[in-house]
Structure formats: structure tokens, C-alpha cells
């Protein structure tokens, strides 16, 4: 009796698990309608922070350049004008708009956007994460869902051209993992949140408090999500996935910002689902598989052919998926995609084991409640 349950218990995990991947699969391949495009460029206002010379690229920089000539009002934002992004921008488009000034409040990230945000004058506010490659066709599409009955759009960033093995696990999280939930998540109603380019109406904006609807929680993105549904509007991800170039990356800098995620996420409302994500992965289903097959009396032949078949299967969903978004998933991305899993309970216990959450040198959570209300942004042009 007890080896009989605990055969259904390991094969019921198991298949609990594999439905979760091929339903998020399924659910984030299948495309939204992207609504009817109702923006040009010059309706646009687009806050890009920058802090440091890798965030001023050059494929970043001249997608901004191009923008403003197309009619955007573009809005770079630097907390010092010492910063390395002033001179990298500079050198590659001289007379670039760029705002210089810092706030004091417990987020980095807003104490250098908040000034683009109070500048900001155009119909429609984007605020983009550094790096991602929008052309003036791509940001009028991911837009087409903003009305008056949706207030936020979140587009979100997929990783591309991997220059390292470290950049194809960035990739990994980013685009088989984060993107393939929040998406699903989203096709099935839940109000998600993520980086990537945020879009919202310029009166939208300034109903949640401009900059204050970004700092009530930890995570900006959360944040302006909560602050957009308590008017009574809709938020959704946008119909498009915008491009990163990921080029090479180093490991440890990977490593922490997946740390930092998972713990901003735990100090959110949405933990559960966080703490449940490595339970359902592919390690944990694998080990249970195997323990039911086990039980039910197979032998080590079974076991491994089931522990392929497993693995295969496993990445046969996310290759599904990322095929349909027009993402290329060869034998280094399902390697990454393995790696990813397997030390998904290692992230999880490291996650856990800490409460620091570094953002470029600063530690985000350390004060971020008492801090969350600081009023002292000054800024400038250089």
C-alpha cells in the first residue's frame, strides 16, 4: 500500500508538472490580437535611464536617435554627469537630450527616471529598460492596446544573439521562463508585471501620481501595474516581444540579478507562486517521476529512459513556444535551458537564504518602505 501510493504520489507530481509546462507553452504561443495601431512616433515621449557605458551601446543609442528623427520626444536619464553613459552618448550622437539629476528615495531605478518622467510631455510615456532595440513600427505596435479602458501596456524584452554560454542562460530566464508564464498568465486574464518598455497614456501617468505610482512597492513594475488597476483600467502585456541583444555576459552578474528578482519577488504579494515555481520545474518533477516509477517496481532501464523521455518532452514545450515568438532555440539553448532548471532550487535557497537586494552596488530592499515617499529629485540638461 505505501509503495502503491507513492507511486501515484511521484507520477501525479510529475504529470502536474509537465501539464504546468505545455499549457504555459500552449497558452503563451497563442498569439493576442494586437488591436489597430493608433500612434505615430511623435506621440510618443520615451524615458530611457542609462547608468554606465555598456548601457549606452551603440545599437541602443542610434534606436534612439533614429526615434527622435522620426518625431519622438527621447528623454535620457543619468543620475551624475560624470556617469560613463553621458560621454559613450555623446560620442555617438552628440546634441542627445539627456537629464542629469538624482532622487533619495529607497529605488535607484526611479531616482534617475523620476526627472524624464516629470518631462515628459507627449501623449503617450514609454519608459524603456536600457539596451532594447525599438524601432518607431515596433513601439506604435506595442501600443495599439492602450484605450480607455486599458491603461498600461507592458512589452516585454527577449534576449538574442548570445555571445557566451553565460548570455545563453540569461537568455534562458528571460525569455523560456519569465516571458513563457507571464505571458500565459496574462492570455488567461492575471495581471502580471515585468521589465521590458512600459507604456501608458500621458494622463494615465499623472493620475497615479507620475513617478509615486512607480515607488508604493518594492518593484517598480508591480508597482505601476497595482497603481493602474486601482483606477479601474485594465493592464495587459503587449502584443509584441521586444529584442535585447545580449552579446557576452559574465556569470556572477547573470547570478545575482537572477537572485535579486527572486528576492524582490518574495517580498511581493505574489510570493507563493515563487516559492511553488522550483516544486514544478524540471529537477523536481524528474526526481519525482523517478520516485514513482520506483515504487511502482521498475528497473533502472525504466528510470532512464523515463528521465529522457522527461527531458526531452520537457524541452519540446519551451521549444514550441519560442519557436512561435520567432525566438531560435538550438542545442546551446536547451543546454541553458537544463542548467536554468537544475539550479532552479538552488536559486530558490540562495533567494532564501538573504534579504539584501543588489541593484548595481545598492542594496534596493535595505530601507525601502520607511524611504518609499522622498520628494527631493532635482534635474538638469548637459
Known sequence: ?????????????????????????????????????????????????????????????????????????????????????????????????????????????????????????????????????????????????????????LALKAGEAPGNFAADLEGAY??????????????????????????????????????RGFNRWIADDYSVTRSVRELGLQTRLGGVMLRLPLGRRDWPVVWSRQVRWARTRLRLPVWPLVVWEPAIGWAASAVAGSVGLAAAGFGSEVLLAGLILHTVAWLAAEAWFLTGQGLAFGPRAASAAIVREALAPVLMLRALSGRRIDWRGTDLGGQWRGDSRGDSSQGTSV
Not at 24 to 49: C, K, N, Y
Not at 62 to 90: N, P, Y
Not at 192 to 208: F, K, N, P
Open 174 to 211: 528571460i525569455n523560456g521562463h519569465q516571458a513563457r508564464f507571464l505571458i500565459a498568465a496574462d492570455r488567461l486574464g492575471i495581471a502580471v508585471a515585468s521589465g521590458g518598455v512600459t507604456l501608458m497614456a500621458h494622463e494615465t501617468l499623472q493620475r497615479i501620481g507620475n513617478w
Open 1 to 153: 500500500m505505501e509503495s502503491g501510493l507513492l507511486s501515484c504520489i511521484g507520477l501525479g507530481w510529475w504529470a502536474t508538472a509537465s501539464m504546468v509546462q505545455w499549457a504555459s507553452a500552449a497558452l503563451a504561443r497563442a498569439p493576442r490580437p494586437e488591436g489597430t495601431v493608433q500612434h505615430r512616433p511623435a506621440d510618443f515621449s520615451i524615458v530611457a535611464p542609462m547608468k554606465g557605458t555598456a548601457d549606452a551601446s551603440a545599437a541602443y543609442v542610434g534606436a534612439l536617435r533614429e526615434l527622435a528623427r522620426q518625431g519622438a520626444e527621447v528623454l535620457i536619464c543619468v543620475s551624475h554627469a560624470d556617469d560613463g553613459a553621458v560621454a559613450a552618448t555623446r560620442a555617438l550622437w552628440h546634441d542627445a537630450p539627456i537629464l542629469v539629476g538624482s532622487d533619495t528615495t529607497f529605488n535607484p531605478k526611479m531616482n534617475n527616471v523620476r526627472k524624464g518622467l516629470e518631462a515628459a510631455c507627449r501623449p503617450v510615456v514609454a519608459l524603456c529598460d536600457a539596451g532594447i532595440i525599438l524601432d518607431a513600427g515596433t513601439l506604435c505596435r506595442a501600443a495599439a492596446p492602450l484605450s480607455d479602458t486599458v491603461g498600461l501596456v
